[in-house]
């Protein structure tokens, strides 16, 4: 994630800002451009002290509607008949907001499901909403399970993203990732997880990319209930780590994609967010032997290989500096050559996809 300054005061600002804390006026991310902006109260609407990006250039702009629910900061043309942003768009079903906390763990939701759509537009994708594209758009049902009599699974189909509210309770959320024997489990990664499916349909189904996913991945067409149920009754085979990200993607090849495209996202975002602190990594330590390592982080990497090459060392500083805070590894895996070849393929894939 990219770091933002007020047009007005040149304060340092964040992607969840509302407010500059400086001066006191008030920010909206526009998606074009894929920066926060800084506004000033117009007659019919905001002006923005900043440039927006490309269509919207010169306009006037609105807030998202969401903005009135304490959720979004996102901007949408003034002019425009839409009141809801390009995020906010996705939503099909939000949550009963009548019990009190349903609101903040939406929030939750909402802050992960923005930061997803930012990963998305930032790599070039199109995030179309299923309100104008019905068979090809993306649309998301966040339920409650106390609301549903049936419970609440998540998962995805086609392009219609389901998930499960209690992921946002930290408690119970936790307790999940212990009964499921995971080492990370966080909203976000759901949220990555679950649009993998979704690209998987868009840009792998039976296109170009189909055979060589196949080749890496394996073969779809495996009965998907089946292989679930026993990936819960059984476990992953032992030696999994050698091929998989994590023990879910062993269960399926559709999970192995969407595990690594996942993992994909967090990569780009964290190294996008360590260049925007201009994070510099140069162990004061060891520097005769093989591991010696010296990253500046504010150079973007121009290919994969660099990519992942800065990426290892970030990782290692970020593990030791939670230990210093007694918490436990912010990364835990260990990315071996067949996954790094996996995450190759998400990463040849959208930049063939995208143009880019
Ligand atoms: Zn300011
Ligand atoms: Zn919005």
Request: hydrophobic share 35%; charged share 25%; with cysteine.
């Amino acid at each position: 994630m990219k770091l933002f300054e007020c047009q007005n005061c040149g304060q340092l600002l964040y992607f969840e800002n509302v407010a500059c804390e400086k001066c006191g006026h008030r920010l909206g991310f526009d998606p074009q451009s894929l920066s926060l902006i800084t506004l000033k109260e117009a007659r019919d609407g905001w002006k923005p002290l900043g440039r927006l990006g490309g269509s919207w250039r010169g306009s006037k702009v609105r807030f998202c509607r969401n903005a009135e629910e304490g959720v979004c900061n996102w901007l949408v043309p003034a002019e425009g008949s839409e009141d809801y942003c390009i995020a906010c768009r996705l939503n099909r079903t939000i949550p009963d907001l009548g019990p009190p906390e349903n609101r903040d763990l939406w929030r939750k939701f909402e802050s992960a499901k923005h930061r997803l759509v930012y990963g998305l537009l930032r790599l070039g994708l199109s995030v179309p909403s299923k309100a104008d594209d019905p068979d090809g758009g993306i649309a998301f049902d966040f339920l409650s399970p106390q609301a549903e009599p049936d419970g609440v699974i998540t998962g995805h189909e086609s392009g219609l993203i389901t998930l499960n509210l209690d992921e946002a309770d930290d408690a119970k959320r936790e307790l999940n990732r212990k009964n499921l024997h995971e080492p990370y489990r966080t909203v976000l990664g759901h949220f990555r997880h679950e649009i993998g499916h979704y690209y998987w349909d868009q840009l792998v189904a039976n296109g170009p990319w189909h055979e060589r996913y196949r080749a890496m991945f394996g073969d779809e067409s495996l009965d998907y209930q089946v292989a679930l149920q026993q990936h819960y009754q059984n476990g992953p085979a032992p030696g999994w780590q050698e091929n998989y990200i994590s023990a879910y993607a062993t269960s399926h090849p559709w999970e192995d994609f969407a595990e690594t495209w996942a993992h994909y996202m967090h990569i780009t975002d964290t190294l996008e967010t360590a260049g925007a602190f201009g994070l510099k990594v140069e162990p004061q330590a060891g520097r005769k032997g093989a591991n010696r390592m010296a990253v500046d982080y504010a150079r973007r990497a121009p290919d994969f290989d660099t990519m992942m090459d800065r990426w290892v060392p970030l990782t290692t500083a970020l593990n030791t500096l939670n230990k210093s805070m007694g918490a436990r590894d912010l990364y835990p895996f260990v990315l071996t050559q067949t996954i790094t070849a996996k995450l190759r393929f998400v990463h040849d894939l959208i930049a063939d996809s995208t143009g880019r």
